[in-house]
């Protein structure tokens, strides 16, 4: 009988546990960090004025644009020094599709693996208007992606409005996951797929694993919205992609990017967004 009487309460604390485990799986801690094209104007004119700005405010990660690729070495370590001083992370950078090829791809692995970065991504692949064209731009991101994946490291595509548009009844962003690996990363801008009207939540459950990291743009219809709008003020289903992408998705951080603000609003603008991002995850 006592231990029948044991046995009920054990089971009955353990039970009581069950909620608050089951919560703690729900709200995994996703980093939060900023597109560094955010900020570009700051960024040129000081960069380690702005990186420190940046983690002032509270980000956790940062994301270095096409003009890092310039560096030496020398800068590349300096400014890993600065975000490990900082407490700041580079877990990817945007790049051309030079990055990923010939001597292209040596010398962005060099630079990505000083900064601590993990992905190589391709955000400005140029001028593809043929389903062929975009056929070929997926061999050159897979075979960037075999070299880089014994490194531990992998390569991704920053989608745009352009990819979301059909041309002989394709989409390239279809054409683009069905002819990469399924551990190459697709990097999706929500702002730019809900602009063109495609649905950002079937597209993350549709390629379970691959979105490991968003970028937070947000987009609004109407006059004197559009990227003008800050992050939770638009239009984008974020809650929903968010319960997407951390259940199916594959989501290992997110990234918000703010493209358009006043002269001198930038830092501003990243802050208020930030602020925008906690209230809703809270």
């Not at 094209?37 to 990186?51: A, C, H, I, W």
């Not at 920053?158 to 989409?171: M, Y």
């Amino acid at each position: 009988m006592h231990t029948t009487s044991l046995s009920r309460r054990t089971f009955l604390a353990m039970a009581s546990t069950i909620p608050f485990v089951s919560a703690l799986a729900q709200t995994k801690k996703i980093p939060i960090g900023l597109e560094l094209y955010s900020v570009r104007d700051e960024l040129m004119k000081d960069l380690p004025g702005t990186v420190t700005a940046v983690a002032k405010l509270g980000y956790e990660v940062v994301e270095f644009y096409s003009p890092y690729f310039s560096w030496t070495v020398d800068q590349a370590k300096e400014y890993r020094k600065l975000m490990d001083g900082l407490g700041i992370k580079c877990l990817s950078t945007h790049n051309g599709t030079n990055a990923l090829a010939g001597d292209g791809l040596s010398k962005a692995i060099e630079l990505n693996q000083i900064i601590g970065s993990k992905y190589i991504v391709v955000a400005s692949p140029g001028k593809v208007a043929t389903i062929d064209g975009f056929k070929s731009l997926a061999a050159t991101l897979t075979a960037a992606q075999e070299k880089l994946r014994p490194l531990g490291m992998g390569a991704g595509f920053h989608n745009h409005q352009t990819e979301w548009k059909p041309i002989d009844g394709q989409r390239p962003m279809d054409v683009l996951a069905a002819n990469t690996p399924k551990d190459f990363m697709l990097q999706l801008d929500a702002g730019t797929c809900v602009e063109a009207g495609a649905d950002p939540v079937a597209w993350i459950k549709a390629n379970p694993g691959r979105i490991k990291c968003m970028h937070l743009k947000d987009w609004g219809a109407g006059e004197s919205r559009g990227y003008r709008t800050a992050f939770g003020e638009g239009d984008v289903p974020w809650k929903a992609m968010f319960a997407a992408a951390e259940s199916v998705g594959g989501a290992e951080y997110y990234l918000i990017e703010q493209e358009i603000s006043g002269p001198g609003e930038a830092i501003n603008m990243a802050q208020r967004c930030l602020e925008n991002y906690k209230k809703m995850r809270a």
